[in-house]
């Protein structure tokens, strides 16, 4: 029922920045915490970052702590995620996911529902 649409993706340089959005169809958008999800060519999907419903808690994976940062805007139902100092190894298709219970953060499997992806490519 609920609908997550990210935008933002796109081709950028090492080093660049980029920021991308997930915005949620009409509803209690803050009863849900977002999750950040990646999937690189041949991968397997990598949890990113979640942010509670609230907009705090945030919980981030050890790998990419530092140089990505979620951010979320309940009164327009979207969540952003800028993104700075990307690598190659970045290139990967980002998606935003969605769930209402709090707690296990790094499994696509606790979350109701997903976004269709944006590509994001890092190139040298």
């Known amino acids: 029922q609920t609908q997550l649409v990210e935008a933002g993706g796109g081709l950028v340089q090492a080093g660049g920045s980029l920021r991308l959005s997930c915005v949620a169809s009409e509803g209690t958008f803050s009863t849900y915490n977002i999750g950040w999800f990646r999937q690189a060519p041949g991968k397997e999907r990598e949890f990113l970052v979640l942010v509670h419903g609230s907009g705090a808690p945030t919980i981030y994976s050890d790998h990419v702590k530092g140089r990505l940062a979620i951010s979320r805007d309940n009164a327009r139902r979207t969540v952003y995620l800028q993104m700075s100092s990307l690598k190659p190894e970045d290139t990967a298709i980002y998606s935003c996911?969605?769930?209402?219970?709090?707690?296990?953060?790094?499994?696509?499997?606790?979350?109701?529902?997903w976004g269709q992806g944006t590509q994001v490519t890092v190139s040298l």
């Open positions: 996911a969605a769930k209402r219970l709090w707690g296990a953060s790094d499994s696509p499997a606790t979350y109701e529902y």
